[in-house]
């Protein structure tokens, strides 16, 4: 998909890393050894959260009547056909 | 020398001057934070990991440095903290969840390589909402390190998702803290915590290394304590990354000698989303207002344009989010989330249809047409409360909020944005916003220590000694 506005020539590119993009996670014996060992402050448990919320069935309802409310206030927009996400292909 | 809690609230300019004139070492001013970080930061839940001895090893080799005349500018030396979205070589990234709390990276995310080689000192790892918050959560539990307090009120919630970033910054834990927007989560902590965030260009800060909520709006940016620490910090962390697919390529100059000069700005505001604020902050408001008008600079009135961001903006996260997290839905991981409506609406999310993605991306180009003719009509900046209320309880059920409209719409179009403390409301910071055009962040930044040379709320200090 191209959005357009952030598109720019290519500047000085930095050198290619071998880790991907949002990737690279690994848990070594010895990282976790040391996370078991040390302790963290982030392993406490989240405090609880305030009065219960209705059962699980009810709280996903509510998420998808959201989800749907959302859909249906986007339904008046009219969508001209420059709207259309480009794709396109470059010689390999 | 020991630094004094004075030097700990200066900026990153003046800490910088009094290290080079050895009026104390990097491992002094080190270690001061991190007593600071480790005492006052997990005293409001806003630790996630401290990182000291890392820290103070690395203060002693930019000593080293320092000592031969090895310079390497104003960050070297200088202690921060980073949102525990980003990844750290070798220690724990939580994203703020017990889902990811044992997920260990192998490699530094692209910001803190940045950082380490201009010798800035990582200090502690600040937390975070679970998954960046974008999901619906309605709880300030919503963390693995429970509710982040507010440093002005520790009844008062710290805002989100960026939490712990906006509360170092506050209090004076750190230097300055790193953290991400998707969609308000630098805006909400600067405001609620009385901090500088800002939000840069999309596309400008690589992405490498931090957690992915919605690839289409999330940004890194920095919380400070002032205007130009963020124009400081940013010069630093923008730049190219060819592994970042949303990267922008571009550099970014800090050089404020070069700014345009304030009365050549002019600032459009909607007078509209000043009256709609609650009442305890308008007063702040209409006084920053004032103030913005008696800097000289033109203003012209306008509208936010008719569009439905709020809707776009939970179809876009949503969709984008289920398919990032899809892995966790599926397996049922995503029931440890402590907040349960989170939960729901990822997996909720999952059903979204395609056609809602793609005609709320549609809808999205034209939003984002409509920001663009707002400049080209002659617009430099926009100015609006950074949220229409100050912080509210930490045990409320979040979701009562007033909408803060121009959070969405700048996050959709892609556009920088500063909140900058403009007051109180009782005892709670109240904030304001300029936002710019894409890649016009120096203004941004400009007009921002413009503020800050006319007001002192960004001198304030919570009451956390």
């Known amino acids: 998909m191209d959005y357009g506005l952030w598109r720019a020539a290519p500047l000085q590119r930095e050198p290619p890393n071998r880790v991907a993009y949002n990737g690279g996670m690994k848990i070594t014996r010895r990282a976790l050894g040391k996370i078991a060992a040390v302790g963290s402050i982030a392993a406490r448990p989240a405090v609880a959260q305030g009065p219960p919320a209705p059962d699980a069935d009810a709280v996903l309802a509510a998420a998808r009547g959201a989800y749907r ?7 008046a927009v009219k969508l001209p056909r420059s709207t259309e996400p480009a794709t396109r292909f470059e010689a390999a | 020398m020991i ?9 990153i300019s003046e800490i910088s001057t009094r290290l080079r004139a050895k009026e104390f070492s990097a491992a002094e001013l080190t270690t001061a934070y991190c007593d600071r970080l480790e005492k006052i930061g997990a005293a409001h839940n806003a630790l996630a990991r401290p990182l000291r001895e890392s820290a103070i090893r690395k203060a002693k080799d930019v000593d080293d440095d320092l000592k031969r005349g090895r310079t390497r500018g104003l960050l070297q030396g200088i202690p921060y903290g980073a949102k525990d979205l980003l990844a750290v070589k070798g220690h724990p990234t939580t994203w703020g969840s017990k889902i990811f709390a044992a997920q260990v990276f192998t490699e530094d995310a692209q910001v803190i390589k940045r950082l380490d080689k201009a ?58 803290a790193l ?29 490498r290394g931090a957690m992915s909520l919605a690839w289409t709006l999330d940004k890194i940016g920095p ?31 800090y050089a404020p000698k070069f700014d345009r000069k304030v009365s050549d700005f002019t600032v459009g505001y909607a007078p509209a989303d000043f009256d709609s604020v609650a009442a305890d902050a308008r007063p702040a408001l209409q006084a920053a207002l004032a103030a913005v ?42 029931d440890q989330l402590a907040d349960r409506n989170q939960a729901a609406s990822l997996k909720a999310a999952l059903d979204i249809p395609s ?24 617009v430099d900046l926009i100015l609006t409360p950074s949220r229409g209320e100050p912080a509210g309880p930490v045990t409320d059920a979040l979701g009562g909020a007033r909408p803060a409209p121009w959070i969405p719409a700048g996050n959709l179009a892609g556009i920088p944005a500063i909140s900058l403390p403009c007051g109180f409301a009782g005892n709670l910071p109240v904030g304001i916003s300029f936002l710019g055009r894409a890649f016009f962040d120096n203004h941004v930044i400009a007009i921002g220590r413009a503020f800050q040379s006319v007001t002192d709320w960004h001198r304030r200090r919570p009451p956390v000694e």
């Open chain 2, 119 to 176: 010798g800035a000192i990582l200090a502690g790892k600040l937390a975070m909402v679970e998954l960046a918050g974008g999901v619906g959560y309605r709880s300030a539990a919503a963390s693995l390190t429970g509710p982040a307090l507010n440093p002005w009120d520790r009844a008062r919630w710290a805002g989100g998702s960026s939490s712990g970033s906006g509360v170092a910054a506050a209090a004076g834990l750190v230097a300055f």
């Open chain 2, 223 to 253: 919380l400070c304590r002032s205007a130009e620490d963020c124009g400081i910090v940013l010069a630093v962390i923008a730049g190219g990354d060819a592994e970042d697919p949303g990267s922008a390529r571009r550099g970014f100059t």
């Open chain 2, 3 to 11: 630094p004094s809690s004075d030097i700990l609230f200066s900026s």
């Open chain 2, 355 to 378: 056609v809602d993605y793609l005609k709320a991306m549609r809808i999205r180009t034209l939003a984002r047409q409509a920001m663009r003719e707002i400049f080209y009509g002659g």
């Open chain 1, 69 to 75: 409310a959302s859909s249906q206030s986007m339904a």
């Open chain 2, 179 to 207: 953290g991400s927007e998707t969609s308000g989560s630098i805006i909400t902590p600067a405001a609620y915590c009385g901090v500088t965030g800002f939000r840069p260009t999309y596309g400008l800060v690589s992405r």
């Open chain 2, 293 to 334: 008008k008696g800097m000289g600079v033109k203003i012209k009135e306008i509208k936010i344009p008719d569009f439905p961001h709020g809707a776009l903006i939970q179809t876009i996260i949503g969709a984008e989010a289920a398919s990032i997290f899809e892995d966790i839905i599926r397996d049922g991981r995503v």
